[in-house]
């Protein structure tokens, strides 16, 4: 499938969702040289079509970096955005991993990545709500467009943006949670009382919340050892307990049938003579 502008051939490359109101696909520029690759939604429905019109032509988010080009193509209306390598957060971040700061940090680029994206308010709610955020190996965050535009909704305002955002964040930092991170507790009191209207808001209470590295004392660093290889101590526990349990059950046998345990033996007659001198005179 090849969709044509006057500037732009975008071949498909991978079709990503197919919906009834908008199709959303992977495509490569055949006239640029550098045969760039777009994400390419091609809006079929009228009225999503509409909205999506007026969200990115009017406002005050309405020069968004990110999409390079709105044309029409026989009945559809294509938006085509930046492409951007499939590295979905829900599928890479592991907050066992990371320190307090190093999830706090990630939480504060994603912030920063919905403030600077300037798009429409309702387009990047179906991001958030939809988590179509990616994580770089850097632990850079992106914003994806593999939208399902059937809930789209024009009256979104930054509001419930920032809301959904805060909630997206207190799923990063929720092994961090109880006592462990300041700013899981701030934020889940506000997301509560829904107490947040602006992503500015949210960003400074991320950072008067964090807590630095070099100011963290000697035991929550310890602790935050073993929350982090707590899956490695529970194993070894594990097999602790199961060598244990072995170990009691052929005591209990060996009690049964011989009348004693072999190695109990082993322990009384190493302390039957310390030295030269005999404990049993």
């Not at 949210?202 to 807590?211: G, R, S, V």
């Amino acid at each position: 499938m090849i969709f044509q502008s006057d500037n732009m051939q975008l071949k498909t490359i991978q079709t990503v969702l197919n919906r009834d109101c908008a199709d959303v696909y992977v495509c490569r520029d055949n006239l640029s040289q550098e045969r760039m690759f777009y994400t390419v939604i091609v809006v079929k429905d009228r009225e999503t079509a509409k909205k999506m019109l007026i969200m990115f032509h009017t406002g005050e988010r309405q020069k968004c970096p990110f999409l390079k080009a709105c044309f029409s193509d026989k009945n559809a209306v294509i938006f085509v955005f930046t492409y951007n390598s499939s590295r979905l957060l829900v599928d890479f971040y592991q907050a066992g991993r990371y320190t307090i700061s190093e999830c706090e940090d990630i939480c504060k680029n994603l912030i920063l990545s919905c403030i600077t994206s300037e798009l429409p308010w309702p387009f990047l709610y179906l991001i958030l709500k939809q988590r179509q955020i990616h994580m770089s190996r850097e632990r850079n965050i992106t914003l994806g467009y593999y939208v399902d535009l059937t809930e789209l909704d024009g009256s979104i305002t930054e509001k419930q943006c920032v809301v959904e955002c805060a909630r997206l964040l207190l799923e990063l930092l929720e092994d961090h949670a109880n006592g462990k991170a300041i700013s899981y507790e701030l934020l889940t009191k506000r997301v509560a009382n829904s107490g947040y209207n602006r992503f500015t808001e949210l960003y400074k209470d991320i950072t008067i919340a964090a807590a630095p590295e070099d100011k963290l004392g000697i035991w929550s660093k310890i602790k935050r050892f073993f929350l982090i290889h707590k899956n490695a101590f529970f194993y070894l526990l594990l097999i602790l307990c199961i060598i244990l349990v072995v170990l009691v059950i052929i005591s209990f046998f060996s009690q049964m049938i011989m009348g004693d345990i072999p190695w109990m033996r082993l322990l009384q007659s190493g302390f039957k003579q310390i030295g030269t001198e005999s404990l049993l005179k």
